[in-house]
Protein backbone atom coordinates (compact mmCIF):
# COMPACT_ATOMS: atom_id res chain seq x y z
CA UNK A 1 0.00 0.00 0.00
CA UNK A 2 2.59 2.43 0.97
CA UNK A 3 4.93 1.67 -1.97
CA UNK A 4 2.17 2.11 -4.05
CA UNK A 5 1.22 5.49 -2.83
CA UNK A 6 4.99 6.34 -3.15
CA UNK A 7 5.11 5.42 -6.83
CA UNK A 8 1.42 7.21 -7.90
CA UNK A 9 3.12 10.88 -6.03
CA UNK A 10 6.38 10.05 -8.20
CA UNK A 11 4.90 9.70 -11.27
CA UNK A 12 2.10 12.70 -10.41
CA UNK A 13 5.45 14.59 -9.87
CA UNK A 14 6.94 13.69 -12.81
CA UNK A 15 4.02 15.10 -14.65
CA UNK A 16 3.32 17.99 -13.27
CA UNK A 17 7.56 18.25 -13.82
CA UNK A 18 6.73 17.90 -17.62
CA UNK A 19 3.34 19.83 -17.44
CA UNK A 20 5.32 23.07 -15.80
CA UNK A 21 8.31 22.73 -18.16
CA UNK A 22 6.29 22.59 -21.36
CA UNK A 23 4.41 25.51 -20.50
CA UNK A 24 7.58 27.42 -19.43
CA UNK A 25 9.28 26.75 -22.84
CA UNK A 26 5.99 28.40 -24.70
CA UNK A 27 5.74 31.16 -22.64
CA UNK A 28 9.37 32.53 -22.84
CA UNK A 29 10.09 34.46 -25.71
CA UNK A 30 12.44 32.54 -27.67
CA UNK A 31 15.67 34.52 -28.67
CA UNK A 32 16.22 32.67 -32.10
CA UNK A 33 16.02 34.86 -34.58
CA UNK A 34 13.25 35.10 -36.96
CA UNK A 35 13.95 35.01 -40.46
CA UNK A 36 10.72 37.02 -41.77
CA UNK A 37 10.31 40.41 -39.96
CA UNK A 38 7.95 40.13 -36.87
CA UNK A 39 6.86 43.62 -37.20
CA UNK A 40 8.44 44.46 -33.74
CA UNK A 41 11.57 45.47 -32.88
CA UNK A 42 12.80 48.97 -31.98
CA UNK A 43 14.13 52.46 -33.78
CA UNK A 44 16.12 55.43 -33.68
CA UNK A 45 18.13 57.94 -34.21
CA UNK A 46 21.16 59.10 -31.85
CA UNK A 47 22.18 62.64 -32.16
CA UNK A 48 25.45 64.07 -30.85
CA UNK A 49 24.59 67.33 -28.95
CA UNK A 50 26.36 70.97 -29.62
CA UNK A 51 29.08 71.73 -32.12
CA UNK A 52 30.47 68.20 -33.91
CA UNK A 53 34.10 67.93 -33.53
CA UNK A 54 36.15 68.08 -36.79
CA UNK A 55 37.83 65.45 -38.01
CA UNK A 56 41.40 65.67 -37.43
CA UNK A 57 43.81 64.80 -40.66
CA UNK A 58 45.70 61.30 -40.08
CA UNK A 59 49.59 61.57 -41.29
CA UNK A 60 50.01 58.00 -43.32
CA UNK A 61 53.04 59.12 -44.75
CA UNK A 62 55.22 56.37 -42.88
CA UNK A 63 53.72 54.27 -45.49
CA UNK A 64 53.52 55.80 -49.43
CA UNK A 65 50.85 52.75 -50.02
CA UNK A 66 48.42 53.85 -47.78
CA UNK A 67 47.33 56.59 -49.65
CA UNK A 68 46.70 54.74 -52.72
CA UNK A 69 43.68 54.18 -54.04
CA UNK A 70 42.19 56.91 -51.43
CA UNK A 71 40.42 59.70 -53.11
CA UNK A 72 40.56 62.06 -49.77
CA UNK A 73 42.85 61.95 -47.28
CA UNK A 74 42.61 59.82 -43.56
CA UNK A 75 40.62 61.44 -40.98
CA UNK A 76 39.80 60.94 -37.50
CA UNK A 77 36.87 58.40 -37.17
CA UNK A 78 36.49 58.64 -32.97
CA UNK A 79 33.37 60.78 -33.45
CA UNK A 80 31.67 61.04 -36.83
CA UNK A 81 28.84 63.31 -37.13
CA UNK A 82 26.57 64.18 -40.12
CA UNK A 83 25.67 67.76 -40.71
CA UNK A 84 21.86 66.91 -39.39
CA UNK A 85 23.64 66.02 -36.10
CA UNK A 86 23.39 62.45 -36.45
CA UNK A 87 26.06 60.20 -34.39
CA UNK A 88 27.70 57.53 -36.53
CA UNK A 89 29.79 53.93 -35.38
CA UNK A 90 27.29 54.04 -32.43
CA UNK A 91 26.56 50.04 -31.29
CA UNK A 92 22.86 50.03 -29.59
CA UNK A 93 21.75 46.52 -28.13
CA UNK A 94 19.65 44.99 -25.71
CA UNK A 95 21.95 44.46 -22.41
CA UNK A 96 19.10 43.60 -20.41
CA UNK A 97 15.65 41.61 -20.46
CA UNK A 98 16.39 38.39 -22.75
CA UNK A 99 15.29 35.23 -21.80
CA UNK A 100 18.55 33.00 -22.14
CA UNK A 101 20.19 32.30 -25.56
CA UNK A 102 19.08 29.74 -27.75
CA UNK A 103 20.16 30.96 -30.90
CA UNK A 104 23.00 29.41 -33.42
CA UNK A 105 25.53 32.31 -35.13
CA UNK A 106 23.88 33.39 -38.16
CA UNK A 107 25.63 31.07 -41.27
CA UNK A 108 26.28 34.59 -42.94
CA UNK A 109 29.51 35.86 -42.10
CA UNK A 110 30.54 39.57 -41.70
CA UNK A 111 33.03 41.21 -42.92
CA UNK A 112 36.03 43.49 -41.46
CA UNK A 113 38.33 45.54 -44.89
CA UNK A 114 41.18 47.57 -44.42
CA UNK A 115 41.33 50.06 -47.03
CA UNK A 116 43.32 53.10 -47.48
CA UNK A 117 45.07 52.08 -44.26
CA UNK A 118 41.38 52.52 -41.92
CA UNK A 119 39.06 50.03 -40.97
CA UNK A 120 36.04 49.67 -42.75
CA UNK A 121 33.47 49.23 -41.13
CA UNK A 122 35.30 51.72 -38.27
CA UNK A 123 32.88 49.77 -35.77
CA UNK A 124 31.70 46.27 -36.61
CA UNK A 125 29.02 44.17 -34.77
CA UNK A 126 28.68 40.53 -34.97
CA UNK A 127 27.63 37.52 -32.70
CA UNK A 128 29.96 35.13 -30.98
CA UNK A 129 31.06 32.02 -32.94
CA UNK A 130 29.97 34.05 -36.29
CA UNK A 131 33.28 33.85 -38.82
CA UNK A 132 34.55 37.45 -39.44
CA UNK A 133 36.06 37.85 -42.68
CA UNK A 134 38.88 40.13 -42.81
CA UNK A 135 39.75 41.38 -46.27
CA UNK A 136 43.27 43.55 -47.12
CA UNK A 137 42.46 45.67 -49.77
CA UNK A 138 45.80 48.22 -49.70
CA UNK A 139 48.77 47.39 -51.86
CA UNK A 140 50.71 47.49 -48.23
CA UNK A 141 51.33 44.38 -45.65
CA UNK A 142 48.85 45.08 -42.22
CA UNK A 143 48.79 43.31 -39.16
CA UNK A 144 45.22 42.66 -37.84
CA UNK A 145 45.88 42.82 -33.49
CA UNK A 146 42.03 42.62 -31.62
CA UNK A 147 43.05 43.65 -27.93
CA UNK A 148 39.91 41.78 -26.26
CA UNK A 149 39.71 41.56 -22.25
CA UNK A 150 37.29 38.07 -22.61
CA UNK A 151 38.14 36.77 -25.43
CA UNK A 152 41.54 35.32 -26.96
CA UNK A 153 44.11 37.92 -28.29
CA UNK A 154 44.98 37.17 -31.38
CA UNK A 155 47.59 38.78 -33.87
CA UNK A 156 48.03 38.05 -37.69
CA UNK A 157 50.10 39.46 -40.44
CA UNK A 158 48.23 40.06 -43.53
CA UNK A 159 49.62 40.71 -46.95
CA UNK A 160 47.43 42.03 -50.03
CA UNK A 161 44.76 39.41 -51.54
CA UNK A 162 45.78 36.72 -48.44
CA UNK A 163 42.51 35.98 -47.01
CA UNK A 164 42.16 35.57 -43.18
CA UNK A 165 39.17 34.80 -40.98
CA UNK A 166 38.52 34.89 -36.85
CA UNK A 167 35.82 34.28 -34.83
CA UNK A 168 35.03 35.30 -30.80
CA UNK A 169 33.71 33.09 -28.30
CA UNK A 170 32.55 35.79 -25.87
CA UNK A 171 30.38 38.38 -25.65
CA UNK A 172 32.45 41.46 -25.15
CA UNK A 173 31.52 45.43 -26.35
CA UNK A 174 34.04 46.35 -27.71
CA UNK A 175 37.42 44.64 -28.32
CA UNK A 176 39.78 47.15 -30.08
CA UNK A 177 41.10 46.23 -32.84
CA UNK A 178 44.70 47.23 -34.48
CA UNK A 179 47.49 47.45 -36.69
CA UNK A 180 50.64 47.82 -35.34
CA UNK A 181 52.55 48.33 -38.11
CA UNK A 182 50.21 51.26 -39.01
CA UNK A 183 49.68 52.83 -34.99
CA UNK A 184 46.60 55.25 -36.89
CA UNK A 185 44.69 52.81 -37.24
CA UNK A 186 41.76 52.00 -34.64
CA UNK A 187 38.64 50.12 -35.19
CA UNK A 188 35.90 48.04 -32.67
CA UNK A 189 34.44 44.72 -32.81
CA UNK A 190 30.90 44.57 -30.22
CA UNK A 191 30.52 40.66 -30.26
CA UNK A 192 27.00 39.74 -28.69
CA UNK A 193 25.60 36.09 -27.82
CA UNK A 194 22.38 37.46 -29.16
CA UNK A 195 21.17 38.94 -32.23
CA UNK A 196 19.11 42.37 -30.82
CA UNK A 197 21.94 44.73 -31.78
CA UNK A 198 23.00 47.37 -34.47
CA UNK A 199 25.39 50.00 -35.59
CA UNK A 200 24.15 53.14 -36.64
CA UNK A 201 24.58 54.82 -39.96
CA UNK A 202 25.94 57.93 -41.56
CA UNK A 203 22.90 59.99 -39.72
CA UNK A 204 22.57 58.09 -36.67
CA UNK A 205 20.15 55.93 -37.36
CA UNK A 206 19.48 52.32 -36.19
CA UNK A 207 17.06 49.57 -36.59
CA UNK A 208 16.77 46.27 -34.16
CA UNK A 209 14.26 43.77 -36.05
CA UNK A 210 12.44 41.20 -34.86
CA UNK A 211 12.60 42.14 -31.06
CA UNK A 212 10.17 39.62 -29.15
CA UNK A 213 7.67 41.31 -27.05
CA UNK A 214 9.27 41.98 -23.31
CA UNK A 215 11.00 44.69 -21.38
CA UNK A 216 14.25 45.68 -22.20
CA UNK A 217 17.27 48.06 -20.91
CA UNK A 218 18.63 49.23 -24.77
CA UNK A 219 22.41 50.06 -23.95
CA UNK A 220 23.78 52.97 -26.59
CA UNK A 221 27.96 52.31 -26.69
CA UNK A 222 30.22 55.14 -28.18
CA UNK A 223 34.06 54.69 -27.96
CA UNK A 224 34.98 58.16 -26.69
CA UNK A 225 31.91 59.18 -25.23
CA UNK A 226 31.09 56.37 -23.13
CA UNK A 227 27.17 54.02 -22.57
CA UNK A 228 24.09 55.72 -22.10
CA UNK A 229 20.54 53.06 -21.34
CA UNK A 230 17.00 53.11 -21.67
CA UNK A 231 14.41 51.16 -20.28
CA UNK A 232 11.60 50.66 -22.68
CA UNK A 233 8.82 48.11 -23.52
CA UNK A 234 8.00 46.32 -26.95
CA UNK A 235 4.43 44.46 -27.59
CA UNK A 236 3.69 41.87 -30.09
CA UNK A 237 4.17 43.25 -33.37
CA UNK A 238 5.34 46.75 -31.89
CA UNK A 239 7.39 49.24 -33.58
CA UNK A 240 8.91 51.25 -30.70
CA UNK A 241 10.83 54.45 -31.26
CA UNK A 242 13.60 55.67 -29.26
CA UNK A 243 16.64 57.98 -29.28
CA UNK A 244 19.54 58.83 -27.56
CA UNK A 245 21.55 62.31 -27.60
CA UNK A 246 25.22 61.89 -26.86
CA UNK A 247 27.62 64.82 -26.15
CA UNK A 248 31.03 66.02 -25.13
CA UNK B 1 11.33 -0.14 4.01
CA UNK B 2 13.03 -1.24 0.46
CA UNK B 3 12.01 2.34 -0.67
CA UNK B 4 13.62 3.89 1.65
CA UNK B 5 16.70 2.10 1.39
CA UNK B 6 16.21 2.68 -2.88
CA UNK B 7 16.36 6.03 -2.09
CA UNK B 8 19.13 6.33 0.61
CA UNK B 9 21.38 4.09 -1.95
CA UNK B 10 20.44 6.61 -4.97
CA UNK B 11 21.61 9.43 -2.86
CA UNK B 12 24.49 8.36 -1.83
CA UNK B 13 25.29 7.00 -5.50
CA UNK B 14 24.93 10.79 -6.92
CA UNK B 15 26.96 12.32 -3.96
CA UNK B 16 29.60 10.09 -5.27
CA UNK B 17 29.06 11.09 -8.79
CA UNK B 18 29.33 14.61 -7.92
CA UNK B 19 32.58 14.33 -5.55
CA UNK B 20 34.55 12.28 -8.47
CA UNK B 21 33.17 14.76 -10.67
CA UNK B 22 34.64 17.39 -8.58
CA UNK B 23 37.94 16.01 -7.73
CA UNK B 24 38.23 14.57 -11.24
CA UNK B 25 38.62 18.24 -12.25
CA UNK B 26 39.85 19.95 -10.35
CA UNK B 27 43.16 17.02 -10.56
CA UNK B 28 43.20 17.83 -14.20
CA UNK B 29 43.49 21.49 -13.62
CA UNK B 30 45.92 21.21 -10.96
CA UNK B 31 48.26 18.88 -12.86
CA UNK B 32 50.89 19.64 -15.74
CA UNK B 33 51.97 16.65 -17.52
CA UNK B 34 55.61 17.14 -19.44
CA UNK B 35 57.21 14.32 -20.97
CA UNK B 36 56.78 11.18 -17.83
CA UNK B 37 56.49 14.31 -15.55
CA UNK B 38 53.14 15.68 -13.69
CA UNK B 39 53.45 18.88 -11.92
CA UNK B 40 51.59 19.60 -9.00
CA UNK B 41 50.18 23.21 -8.56
CA UNK B 42 50.44 22.55 -4.79
CA UNK B 43 53.75 21.98 -4.71
CA UNK B 44 54.17 24.78 -7.37
CA UNK B 45 52.34 27.31 -4.95
CA UNK B 46 55.37 27.29 -2.31
CA UNK B 47 58.11 27.47 -5.09
CA UNK B 48 56.56 29.77 -6.80
CA UNK B 49 56.08 32.04 -3.77
CA UNK B 50 60.28 31.66 -3.00
CA UNK B 51 61.30 32.39 -6.94
CA UNK B 52 58.68 33.66 -8.91
CA UNK B 53 56.26 36.02 -6.53
CA UNK B 54 58.88 39.25 -6.68
CA UNK B 55 58.07 40.28 -10.24
CA UNK B 56 54.98 38.07 -11.01
CA UNK B 57 52.90 39.05 -8.06
CA UNK B 58 50.79 36.96 -5.85
CA UNK B 59 47.96 37.00 -8.30
CA UNK B 60 50.25 36.50 -10.84
CA UNK B 61 49.35 39.44 -12.85
CA UNK B 62 52.57 40.70 -13.05
CA UNK B 63 52.51 42.95 -10.33
CA UNK B 64 54.96 42.07 -7.84
CA UNK B 65 57.30 44.36 -5.81
CA UNK B 66 60.36 44.05 -8.45
CA UNK B 67 57.76 44.85 -11.53
CA UNK B 68 57.76 48.81 -11.78
CA UNK B 69 61.97 48.25 -12.18
CA UNK B 70 61.90 45.65 -15.45
CA UNK B 71 61.28 46.33 -18.91
CA UNK B 72 59.75 44.56 -20.66
CA UNK B 73 57.58 43.80 -17.65
CA UNK B 74 56.73 40.19 -15.92
CA UNK B 75 54.32 38.53 -17.38
CA UNK B 76 50.26 38.62 -16.33
CA UNK B 77 49.17 34.90 -15.96
CA UNK B 78 45.90 36.01 -15.84
CA UNK B 79 45.77 36.72 -19.30
CA UNK B 80 47.04 33.03 -20.18
CA UNK B 81 48.76 34.50 -22.91
CA UNK B 82 52.88 33.41 -23.67
CA UNK B 83 55.45 35.01 -25.84
CA UNK B 84 57.08 31.55 -26.56
CA UNK B 85 54.72 28.19 -27.46
CA UNK B 86 54.65 25.66 -30.07
CA UNK B 87 50.76 26.04 -31.00
CA UNK B 88 49.14 28.48 -33.44
CA UNK B 89 49.21 32.08 -32.74
CA UNK B 90 46.68 33.10 -30.51
CA UNK B 91 46.45 29.77 -28.86
CA UNK B 92 47.58 28.46 -25.35
CA UNK B 93 50.71 26.59 -24.58
CA UNK B 94 51.57 23.74 -24.02
CA UNK B 95 52.69 22.43 -20.49
CA UNK B 96 56.34 21.76 -22.57
CA UNK B 97 55.89 25.22 -23.77
CA UNK B 98 55.43 26.60 -20.66
CA UNK B 99 58.56 24.71 -18.95
CA UNK B 100 60.56 25.37 -21.55
CA UNK B 101 60.41 28.89 -21.08
CA UNK B 102 60.66 28.73 -17.45
CA UNK B 103 64.16 26.25 -17.63
CA UNK B 104 65.38 28.38 -20.79
CA UNK B 105 64.45 32.18 -19.47
CA UNK B 106 63.42 34.72 -21.90
CA UNK B 107 66.47 36.14 -23.55
CA UNK B 108 66.49 39.89 -23.68
CA UNK B 109 64.23 40.34 -20.50
CA UNK B 110 64.57 39.91 -16.81
CA UNK B 111 63.64 36.40 -16.93
CA UNK B 112 66.23 34.04 -16.14
CA UNK B 113 67.05 30.66 -17.13
CA UNK B 114 65.23 28.27 -14.14
CA UNK B 115 67.87 25.11 -14.94
CA UNK B 116 68.65 24.98 -11.54
CA UNK B 117 65.64 24.33 -9.92
CA UNK B 118 64.57 20.47 -10.66
CA UNK B 119 62.97 18.99 -13.71
CA UNK B 120 60.55 18.28 -11.22
CA UNK B 121 60.06 21.79 -9.78
CA UNK B 122 59.41 23.44 -12.55
CA UNK B 123 57.09 20.98 -13.90
CA UNK B 124 55.43 22.03 -10.65
CA UNK B 125 55.43 25.87 -11.41
CA UNK B 126 53.97 25.18 -14.97
CA UNK B 127 50.87 23.57 -12.83
CA UNK B 128 50.76 26.68 -10.76
CA UNK B 129 50.92 29.02 -13.07
CA UNK B 130 48.20 27.34 -15.35
CA UNK B 131 45.88 28.24 -12.18
CA UNK B 132 46.11 31.77 -12.56
CA UNK B 133 43.64 31.95 -15.88
CA UNK B 134 40.52 29.25 -16.34
CA UNK B 135 41.51 29.22 -19.62
CA UNK B 136 43.45 26.41 -19.10
CA UNK B 137 40.32 24.90 -17.54
CA UNK B 138 38.14 25.89 -20.45
CA UNK B 139 40.19 25.56 -24.10
CA UNK B 140 42.80 23.59 -25.00
CA UNK B 141 45.69 24.37 -26.75
CA UNK B 142 45.86 24.09 -30.75
CA UNK B 143 47.82 21.31 -32.72
CA UNK B 144 51.55 21.66 -32.66
CA UNK B 145 52.97 23.65 -35.93
CA UNK B 146 55.14 21.84 -38.22
CA UNK B 147 58.81 22.75 -38.62
CA UNK B 148 59.58 21.69 -42.07
CA UNK B 149 63.39 20.90 -42.95
CA UNK B 150 65.58 24.31 -43.25
CA UNK B 151 67.03 24.58 -46.58
CA UNK B 152 70.32 25.65 -47.57
CA UNK B 153 71.11 29.39 -46.15
CA UNK B 154 71.87 30.68 -50.06
CA UNK B 155 72.81 34.01 -51.09
CA UNK B 156 69.73 33.71 -53.22
CA UNK B 157 67.49 33.01 -50.27
CA UNK B 158 69.01 35.75 -48.13
CA UNK B 159 68.10 37.75 -51.37
CA UNK B 160 64.83 36.97 -51.33
CA UNK B 161 64.40 37.48 -47.26
CA UNK B 162 65.40 40.45 -47.96
CA UNK B 163 62.62 41.69 -50.34
CA UNK B 164 59.96 39.66 -48.08
CA UNK B 165 61.85 41.69 -44.40
CA UNK B 166 60.33 44.92 -47.03
CA UNK B 167 56.71 43.64 -48.42
CA UNK B 168 55.56 42.17 -45.08
CA UNK B 169 56.67 45.63 -43.69
CA UNK B 170 58.83 43.82 -41.09
CA UNK B 171 60.90 47.24 -41.47
CA UNK B 172 57.85 49.76 -39.96
CA UNK B 173 59.03 48.28 -36.47
CA UNK B 174 62.68 46.79 -37.02
CA UNK B 175 63.49 49.71 -39.22
CA UNK B 176 65.71 49.22 -42.85
CA UNK B 177 69.11 48.18 -40.94
CA UNK B 178 67.10 45.99 -38.24
CA UNK B 179 68.21 48.24 -35.45
CA UNK B 180 64.85 47.97 -34.01
CA UNK B 181 64.14 52.03 -35.05
CA UNK B 182 61.20 51.86 -37.99
CA UNK B 183 58.58 54.64 -37.79
CA UNK B 184 56.36 52.66 -36.44
CA UNK B 185 58.65 51.78 -33.43
CA UNK B 186 57.81 54.04 -30.90
CA UNK B 187 54.16 53.58 -30.89
CA UNK B 188 54.18 49.96 -29.85
CA UNK B 189 53.06 48.80 -26.53
CA UNK B 190 52.30 45.18 -25.35
CA UNK B 191 48.83 44.02 -24.03
CA UNK B 192 49.57 45.78 -20.60
CA UNK B 193 50.09 49.17 -22.49
CA UNK B 194 53.37 49.33 -21.88
CA UNK B 195 56.10 50.65 -24.47
CA UNK B 196 58.00 48.08 -25.37
CA UNK B 197 60.55 48.20 -27.90
CA UNK B 198 61.04 46.41 -31.49
CA UNK B 199 64.30 43.40 -31.50
CA UNK B 200 67.33 45.28 -32.71
CA UNK B 201 68.73 42.53 -34.99
CA UNK B 202 72.56 44.31 -34.75
CA UNK B 203 72.75 43.71 -31.36
CA UNK B 204 73.51 40.25 -31.28
CA UNK B 205 71.57 39.33 -28.05
CA UNK B 206 69.72 36.06 -28.18
CA UNK B 207 66.20 35.55 -29.34
CA UNK B 208 63.66 35.84 -26.85
CA UNK B 209 62.12 32.20 -27.62
CA UNK B 210 65.37 30.33 -28.27
CA UNK B 211 68.03 31.55 -30.48
CA UNK B 212 68.22 28.54 -33.29
CA UNK B 213 66.98 29.08 -36.79
CA UNK B 214 64.08 26.74 -36.24
CA UNK B 215 62.90 28.87 -32.99
CA UNK B 216 63.31 31.96 -35.22
CA UNK B 217 60.79 30.03 -38.05
CA UNK B 218 58.25 29.41 -35.44
CA UNK B 219 58.50 32.69 -33.71
CA UNK B 220 57.38 34.19 -37.50
CA UNK B 221 54.35 31.39 -37.45
CA UNK B 222 53.20 31.71 -34.13
CA UNK B 223 54.38 35.68 -33.59
CA UNK B 224 55.03 37.18 -29.68
CA UNK B 225 51.43 36.46 -27.94
CA UNK B 226 50.88 39.70 -26.21
CA UNK B 227 53.38 41.78 -28.17
CA UNK B 228 52.99 43.83 -31.42
CA UNK B 229 54.70 41.27 -33.13
CA UNK B 230 52.20 39.44 -34.81
CA UNK B 231 51.70 35.32 -36.42
CA UNK B 232 52.67 35.35 -40.19
CA UNK B 233 51.61 32.22 -40.46
CA UNK B 234 49.02 32.65 -43.47
CA UNK B 235 51.06 35.44 -44.74
CA UNK B 236 54.17 33.60 -45.61
CA UNK B 237 54.51 30.03 -47.02
CA UNK B 238 56.89 28.17 -44.97
CA UNK B 239 59.91 28.46 -48.26
CA UNK B 240 59.33 32.02 -47.19
CA UNK B 241 59.92 32.05 -43.78
CA UNK B 242 62.97 30.28 -43.67
CA UNK B 243 64.14 33.20 -46.28
CA UNK B 244 63.34 35.92 -43.73
CA UNK B 245 65.59 33.64 -41.04
CA UNK B 246 68.38 33.77 -43.18
CA UNK B 247 68.06 37.51 -44.04
CA UNK B 248 67.45 38.78 -40.32
CA UNK B 249 70.33 36.25 -39.48
CA UNK B 250 72.36 38.55 -41.54
CA UNK B 251 71.37 41.60 -39.65
CA UNK B 252 74.15 41.02 -37.30
CA UNK B 253 76.95 40.58 -39.76
CA UNK B 254 77.73 43.50 -41.08
CA UNK B 255 79.76 40.75 -43.60
CA UNK B 256 76.63 39.21 -44.72
CA UNK B 257 74.34 41.88 -44.51
CA UNK B 258 72.19 42.86 -47.66
CA UNK B 259 70.74 46.40 -47.92
CA UNK B 260 67.09 46.83 -48.60
CA UNK B 261 67.10 49.04 -51.26
CA UNK B 262 63.99 51.25 -52.07
CA UNK B 263 61.34 49.92 -54.38
CA UNK B 264 59.45 51.93 -56.95
CA UNK B 265 56.90 52.74 -54.22
CA UNK B 266 59.17 55.15 -52.63
CA UNK B 267 59.27 53.38 -49.79
Known amino acids: MKEKSIFASVVSFLLILIVAGTLLVLSVPSVTANPADSGSGIKGVIKFEGAAPKPTHIDTSADPLCSKGRTAPATTEDIVVDSGGGLANVVVYVSEGLAANTSQPPQESVTLEQKGCQYRPHVLAMQANQKLEIVNSDETT ?45 GYIAVFKHPYFAVTDKNGAFDIKNLPPGTYTITAWQEKLGTQTQKITVGAGEAKTLDFSFKQ | MRWSFVRTSIKFASWLVVLTAITASAATAQESHIGKLTG ?68 ASGMPSWKPLLRQERADLVAYIKTFSSAFEEEKPGAVIPIPAEPPDSAESVKRG ?54 MFRDLETGLDGTPMPSFATA ?32
Not at chain 2, 82 to 97: I, R
Open chain 1, 142 to 186: HNIHPTPANNREWNMTQPHGVPLDHTFAREEIAIPIKCNVHPWMR
Open chain 2, 162 to 215: AALFQSMNCWQCHGKDGRGHGPSAPTLTDSQGNLIPPFDFTSGRQFKCGDTNRD
Open chain 2, 40 to 107: NAKRGKALYGRYCIYCHGPEGDGRGENAPYLNPKPRDFTKALFKCHSTPAGSLPLDSDLYDTISRGIH
Open chain 2, 236 to 267: MTPEQRWDVVHYIRTLSDSKKHVEVKNDASGQ
